[in-house]
């Protein structure tokens, strides 16, 4: 059995081969993206390269893709870019969505986290103003995908622009930008193998965008700054990579199937939708997330509770609360996640690991159930 298991791929994944490759290649070109030199043309070359991998990966336009410095960046652009005051955005948005718009009308979801598209639907018809909607593509914490086409097809017919968060789903499913009726899609690097600190945001030819970064004329006058070129040169190769999407619905399913088996009274939290094949959302009867999230570790197992983007901090899950799941059994919910390098083993390894946990929390809380 492996020592250590990776299993929080939603959170970062491991920087694939040809992302390293990539990026140390472009470590060692000399000269600025903006410069007319031999330098300067190599440097564009690499960023130029890079954009049309990550344009084939969304079923983009090259010229549609502007390199940022990651999803939340991208996001914060595309909410306050488009110059609609009215924002509208689903109840379990990552917080750099939220809390871009910070005003924003919220559309709620079903139990399963699924946006209610007759809510959707009232709320653009309730507007005397055109608005923005933004809709997740794909949830980080549960991995339910979201019907962001009929959310473009609800929205076109008021008048609305979308924009879509697919930075959990890019690498994993099949993500064409126009064909979800798009106007602004944003991506992550870290999120399929490659680099932290560069991301994408994809505006649909034509869309309104005004950018909120003085400067110099980077990115078609969209983002200002020189570009970070060998953090693009290691997203473009990691997109080119990822293009075939993840096989990992079985290693995902084995593990639901072992982990259910162990404790019957465990609730896998979007179950009944359609849900990435990599994430799996589960609650443990009587264990709080930090507590199995501090003991996995220990044992070499590496996992998150909810979201990884709170400061190291195990907060209550705005997502499991949208869900309608009560603060108590949101409260034991951990999320795994696979990705491009999982392998059995490591799965193997977090099964056992659980039950031993769950079996020895179970047997410590008899003899006070037989007192009481």
């Given at each position: 059995m492996v020592a250590f298991a990776y299993l929080d791929h939603n959170a970062t994944s491991p920087l694939r081969p040809a992302a390293f490759a990539a990026m140390t290649e472009a470590l060692g070109v000399i000269g600025n993206p903006s410069s007319v030199h031999a330098g300067g043309r190599k440097a564009r070359a690499l960023v130029e390269g890079a954009r049309r991998e990550v344009a084939i990966l969304v079923g983009a336009l090259p010229a549609e893709v502007v390199f940022t410095s990651g999803g939340t960046e991208a996001n914060c652009m595309a909410i306050t870019g488009t110059g609609r005051r009215r924002v509208l955005v689903s109840a379990i948005e990552h917080d750099s969505v939220s809390s871009a718009a910070a005003d924003a009308e919220r559309v709620?979801?079903?139990?399963?986290?699924?946006i209610d598209l007759a809510a959707l639907e009232r709320l653009l018809a309730?507007?005397?103003e055109p608005a923005l909607v933004s809709v997740m593509l794909a949830n980080n914490e549960t991995g339910v995908v979201q019907p962001v086409a009929?959310?473009?097809r609800l929205a076109r017919k008021a008048g609305a622009l979308v924009h879509c968060d697919a930075v959990q789903a890019v690498g994993k499913i099949a993500v064409d930008v126009h064909g979800l009726g798009v106007d602004y899609l944003t991506l992550s690097a870290h999120k399929l193998g490659g680099p932290t600190g560069v991301?994408?945001?994809?505006?649909r030819d034509g869309a309104p965008f005004a950018s909120d970064r003085r400067g110099g004329g980077q990115e078609a006058r969209r983002r200002a700054g020189t570009e970070n070129v060998s953090g693009i040169a290691g997203?473009?190769?990691a997109a080119g990579e990822a293009v075939n999407g993840l096989a990992v619905g079985d290693l995902r399913d084995r593990l639901e199937a072992a982990l259910l088996a162990t404790a019957v009274d465990a609730r896998i939290f979007g179950a009944g939708a359609t849900r990435l094949c990599n994430?799996?959302?589960?609650?443990?009867?009587g264990v709080r997330a930090e507590t199995q999230v501090m003991a996995l570790d220990l044992a070499g197992v590496c996992v998150?509770?909810?979201?990884?983007c709170s400061s190291g901090k195990v907060q209550?899950?705005?997502?499991?609360a949208a869900m309608d799941v009560q603060d108590a059994v949101a409260g034991t919910a951990i999320r795994i996640s696979l990705g491009w390098n999982s392998r059995t083993e490591e799965i193997e390894r977090l099964i056992a690991v659980w039950r031993d946990l769950y079996v020895r929390v179970s047997q410590s809380d008899m003899p006070r159930a037989r007192a009481a």
């Open positions: 709620p979801v079903d139990c399963e986290g699924v309730s507007g005397d009929e959310v473009s991301g994408a945001l994809v505006v997203f473009g190769a994430t799996t959302c589960i609650s443990m009867p998150s509770a909810g979201a990884a209550r899950s705005a997502v499991l």
